[in-house]
Structures are given as structure tokens and as C-alpha cells.
């Protein structure tokens, strides 16, 4: 597995690359000492996994991830940076306290494994997670879990769990590589999850309308009608 | 004030009261009634009732004079003038029923006459009738006189107790604000890294890692044992500034450059503590080591119309990634300077300069 350190400290960086020899599956293919170089390298040598400071000088770690197409899997490495690490919501966090305690690093990697083993072999064409930064706060959103997604000018609204954050990017560039076979582009500005489908009822302007869970209804466009019944076999 | 209004605890204290008083005054007649059937031989039903009636004047009377103690803020007062107040207050309330007791049964249980007359029937007792009165009152007086000693004593426990509650609280808020402080101090971020640095540097260059820890060990013991309102010379706070400068460049590498300029008649003047180095700690933390190829950090000195200006300066990003607020440490510097040497001392931020920062200290000669 291609790994990426990505540190502002050189010994920090050493001391790292140290403690992974003792894992012959994880190859260091390359160092980073900030934001810039790391999102170079990431584009030129494809890691699937990094290891991430948080606080770098020139942007953050979080400013790194908000700035990758494709997240490879994150394991952040940190002196202390209590207020980053609250930031994030979520339990799909793995952070390393530095010095880096080696049984806490084969713990971290244990589980990087296992979610490795995990994917699905079509699972490389298809976005699994994404990393959202909204304000203050951070999310690695998994995909399967967004009800819909909407288009607000060259960002997309992100309807998941009780928060509604936003994400930088457009969404036709995203919609090329969301599973085809969970998500369908209901009109001009909004994908839907069919997973997340309720019902489907016909309104009185003869359009289809699905009720999504927890959540609002969406107008099926003329034009996706027909795709969506297919879909559905209604 | 209606009663759901008060506050819990008020409430409960009232009822507290109510069960004392009933229990007090009850305990009161009980007593008198057994010794009166009992030792006295006087008939139950009359006696039952003049104690009923008198001991409920004296509730009712006792309660008025709690009333009026309150408001007149008896509590407050210091012990040799509650005494005598006290003394007179009781012997108001306890003239009016001694005098009415001489006309009843009670008179014979006031008075040592009828116990005399009981045990010792040889004595041939017989007291003048002013002496009579007089043992009535002083006896109704007396129950007055420890009704108001112990409330008065509970009073004085409830404050006792709430004053030490609030003393501990306050202990606790003063421990808890030098913790801080001591925290603020001891700068985590830095401390945690410059451990990461020395696990790395034991596999990578022993020697240096051994130098690490002495730098580390003094650079703790410096911050650990310098008080807040003490003075050093610019040379001992130049010494700990290097032994900080050591640590960070063994994690910064060449990022970090260091140029020190402090001519000799410089190095003695006398300045807070911990304040060249809280200087040097924030031109690194929100300087260069925010910045990816690093940068000079430059401490000079000169010593001009009396004054000694320190300055500290270091290129800054250009826009910063932390949030610009003032750094808890330098308006604790800026507040021990104005306390310890005076208005004529002066700690200022200069950013007038793109891309660099400069911290300047003036602190007067003449102290």
C-alpha cells in the first residue's frame, strides 16, 4: 500500500518512517513538508494512504483534504492540537497522537486494512467518501449515507444525517463519479439517493415527485422520467 | 411572598423552625405538667390548661421576637452587645407572664417554695410575695434567654458552614486559574513536539538527542520555577532563550535561521521574566514556523536615551492561517510589564512592515 507522510518537521518525518518499517505493507513513496508539495505529490504518485499533521505552515491539514478529487484513506498525526482534533464530528477519525506511541500505530493501520479488504473491486471508480469542511467543522462524509445533493452555484448542498454542509465543488464534475447504480440525477440541480426513497407519487403538474427520508420532496425533470421508472420498474 | 415563590432551602429552614419552636415549647409544657401531677399533686385539668394557654403566649411571643431580632439585625452585632440585649429582650417577654403565672398553678411550679415545702417540710418555708414574683419572672425569663441563645447559635453555624463552603469554592477557583496559567506557560504544543524531535533523534544522532534533553530539562526547569513578578537580566533570559532556540531548530531544521545581537552594557539590565522568551516562543509559532521555506529570526538590542529597546522580528505569512487574536502570553507579558517596572515601560506589535513582524520592548534604565 503507497503511503504519504506529510509533515512540517524533517525528524517528525524520519521518526515516522521508522516506525513503519516494521510494516513491510505500507510503502513510504514519498515526504511532504506542506500543503503545496503535498497536494503535488498526492497527484503524482497516487498514495492510499496518508499520514497528515494537522497545524503546517501555508494551510492546514484539513486545508489539504478539502483540496483532493479523490481522498485516499487519512490517518492524522498530531503533537496537540486539541481544538483541530475537536473539530471533527465524526468517529471515522483516526489520529495519532505524536510521540507516536507504535502499538496505537498498528492499531490505526489494523483498521486501515480492514477497510481496505473491504472495498468492492469496482469500488476504485466510484467515490466512497468525502471530506467536508463547512465553518469550523469537519465531516468524511461517506456517499451512501447523503440523501441529496444540491447544486448552489459552483458548490453542492449536502443533505446528510441532521446537518446540511456544503461542499466546494461542482456538481456535474462529482456526479461523474458517484455510483451510478445508488444515485440518479432527478433535475437540472439535484441528484437523489434511491436508497433513500420513500415514495413516489405524481403531482398535479403531471411530474413525478419522491419523498425522500427524513427529508424533502423532489421533483422528478420530464426528461429523467422515463430513466427513472426504468430504474424503479414502476 | 407566597410560599411556592421561596426558594427550597428557605423553605425548608422554615420547617425546620416550626419543628424546633413546637418541639421547644411542647417539651416545655410536658414537663411542667408531669412534674406539677406528679410531684406537686395539683389537678390535671386546670393545670393542662393554664400551661396551654401561657406556653402558647410564649410561642407566640418568642416567635414575635424572632421577627423583631431580624429586623433589627441582631445577628450582625459583635457577642458582648447581643449578650445584654439578649438578657433584656427576655426578661421583657418574661415579666408579663411571670407576673400572670403568680395567679395561676404555675406559680408553684416557678418558685422553690412549694419543692421546699415537698422534700424539706422541716424548713417552714414561706417566701415574701415580691420574691415570689421575682423567681416567676427570672424563670419565665430564663426560658427566653436560651430560646435566643440557641437560635442565635445555629445561626452562627449556618453562616460557619456557608463560609467555608464558599472558601473552598474559592480555593478551588484559585487553583484552577494557576493551572492555567502554569499551562499557558508550559506551552503543550511545543512541549509534545520537541518530545517527538528527541524520540527521533535518539536513532538518528544520540549525541544530539542527549543535548535535546538537557535543552528540554532547562528550558522546564526555567518556566517551572520563575515566578510571575520576578525580575532577571536580559543575559539569564538570553540563556533560556537559547536553549528554546536549540530545541526548535533541531524540529525546524533550516527553516529556522537565528541571529542574536545584544551588545554587552545591554546584557544587564533587569526585565519580567519568561518576557524576551514568550517574545521569541510567538515570532516562531505565528512566524516562521507558519511559513514553508521558514525565515531569519532576529533578536537585537540598543540601549538609547535611557531606555533599553529589545526587539524581536521575524517574517509572518501573509495571511495568517491561525486566527489573529493577541496571544494569551503577550497580554500577560504587556500586564506584568505595566505592574512590575511601570507606564514608562511599553510592549508593542509592529505589522506595519509587509510580511514582517516586530515585537519592540522599552523598559527605562532608572527603575
Redesign the interface.
Known amino acids: 500500500m503507497k503511503a504519504l507522510i506529510i509533515d512540517d518537521e524533517p525528524p517528525a518525518r524520519r521518526e515516522l518512517r521508522r516506525l513503519l518499517t516494521d510494516f513491510a505493507w505500507v510503502e513510504v513513496v514519498g515526504e511532504a513538508g506542506n500543503v503545496g508539495q503535498a497536494e503535488d505529490l498526492v497527484a503524482s504518485l497516487g498514495p492510499e494512504l496518508l499520514f497528515l499533521d494537522i497545524q503546517m505552515p501555508g494551510g492546514t491539514g484539513f486545508d489539504l483534504l478539502a483540496r483532493l478529487e479523490d481522498l485516499p484513506q487519512v490517518i492524522f498525526t498530531t503533537a496537540y492540537d486539541e481544538h483541530a482534533v475537536r473539530a471533527f464530528e465524526v468517529d471515522a477519525l483516526d489520529y495519532l497522537l505524536k510521540p507516536i506511541d507504535p502499538a496505537r500505530l498498528a492499531e490505526a493501520l489494523g483498521r486501515v486494512k480492514s477497510a481496505r479488504a473491504a472495498r468492492t473491486p469496482q469500488a476504485d471508480k466510484v467515490l466512497e467518501q468525502i471530506f467536508v469542511r463547512d465553518g469550523s467543522r469537519c465531516w468524511f462524509v461517506p456517499l451512501r449515507e447523503v440523501r441529496l445533493l444540491s447544486s448552489e452555484g459552483n458548490y453542492i448542498r449536502l443533505s446528510w444525517g441532521k446537518v446540511n454542509p456544503l461542499l466546494g465543488r461542482a456538481l456535474a464534475a462529482l456526479e461523474q463519479r458517484l455510483d451510478p447504480n445508488r444515485f440518479f440525477r432527478a433535475n437540472r440541480r439535484q441528484i437523489i439517493n434511491l436508497e433513500f426513497i420513500e415514495n413516489v407519487e405524481l403531482g398535479v403538474n403531471g411530474r413525478l415527485h419522491a419523498q425522500l427520508r427524513d427529508g424533502p420532496e423532489v421533483e422528478i425533470s420530464r426528461r429523467q422520467a422515463r430513466l427513472f421508472k426504468t430504474k424503479m420498474s414502476i | 411572598m407566597n410560599d411556592a415563590e421561596q426558594p427550597i432551602a428557605q423553605q425548608k429552614s422554615q420547617l425546620v423552625y416550626w419543628i424546633l419552636q413546637l418541639a421547644g415549647w411542647g417539651v416545655i409544657t410536658l414537663g411542667r405538667f408531669i412534674g406539677g401531677v406528679t410531684v406537686l399533686d395539683l389537678a390535671w385539668p386546670r393545670l393542662l390548661l393554664e400551661l396551654l394557654l401561657v406556653n402558647t403566649v410564649g410561642l407566640v411571643l418568642s416567635h414575635w421576637l424572632r421577627d423583631y431580632v431580624r429586623r433589627n439585625r441582631w445577628r450582625a452585632l459583635p457577642i458582648r452587645k447581643l449578650a445584654w440585649r439578649i438578657l433584656v429582650a427576655s426578661f421583657v417577654c418574661g415579666t408579663p407572664i411571670g407576673i400572670v403565672s403568680q395567679f395561676t398553678y404555675l406559680s408553684a411550679l416557678m418558685e422553690p417554695e412549694s419543692f421546699l415545702r415537698e422534700y424539706a417540710p422541716a424548713l417552714q418555708f414561706q417566701l415574701a410575695l415580691p420574691v415570689a414574683v421575682a423567681f416567676e419572672i427570672a424563670n419565665c425569663a430564663f426560658v427566653f434567654i436560651a430560646w435566643l441563645t440557641i437560635y442565635f447559635t445555629a445561626i452562627a453555624l449556618r453562616e460557619h458552614r456557608s463560609a467555608q463552603l464558599k472558601q473552598s469554592e474559592l480555593a478551588g477557583a484559585l487553583q484552577l486559574a494557576e493551572l492555567r496559567l502554569l499551562k499557558s506557560q508550559l506551552n503543550?504544543?511545543f512541549?509534545?513536539?520537541a518530545?517527538?524531535?528527541?524520540?527521533?533523534?535518539i536513532?538518528?544522532n544520540p549525541a544530539r538527542a542527549q543535548n535535546a534533553v538537557t535543552h528540554l530539562a532547562n528550558t522546564l526547569r526555567y518556566t517551572l520555577s520563575s515566578r510571575q513578578d520576578e525580575l532577571v537580566t536580559v543575559s539569564q533570559e538570553l540563556d533560556i532563550v537559547a536553549d528554546y532556540l536549540e530545541l526548535e531548530s533541531?524540529?525546524?531544521?533550516d527553516?529556522l535561521r537565528i541571529e542574536i545581537h545584544v551588545p554587552e552594557d545591554a546584557r544587564g539590565v533587569r526585565i519580567p521574566v519568561m518576557l524576551l522568551q514568550t517574545l521569541v516562543e510567538n515570532a516562531i509559532k505565528h512566524g516562521i514556523?507558519?511559513?514553508?521555506s521558514?525565515g531569519l529570526l532576529r533578536v537585537s538590542a540598543v540601549l538609547q536615551d535611557d531606555m533599553l529597546i529589545l526587539q524581536v522580528e521575524n517574517p509572518r505569512?501573509a495571511a495568517p492561517?491561525r486566527v489573529a487574536h493577541e496571544s494569551v502570553g503577550l497580554r500577560n507579558a504587556r500586564d506584568r510589564l505595566r505592574l512590575l517596572i511601570g507606564p514608562s515601560a511599553s510592549l508593542d506589535l509592529d505589522l506595519s512592515r509587509p510580511a514582517v513582524a516586530t515585537a519592540r520592548l522599552r523598559i527605562p534604565l532608572q527603575q
Open positions: 503543550p504544543h512541549l509534545f513536539n518530545l517527538n524531535t528527541v524520540r527521533s533523534l536513532a538518528d533541531m524540529r525546524l531544521e527553516r514556523a507558519e511559513l514553508p521558514g505569512p492561517t
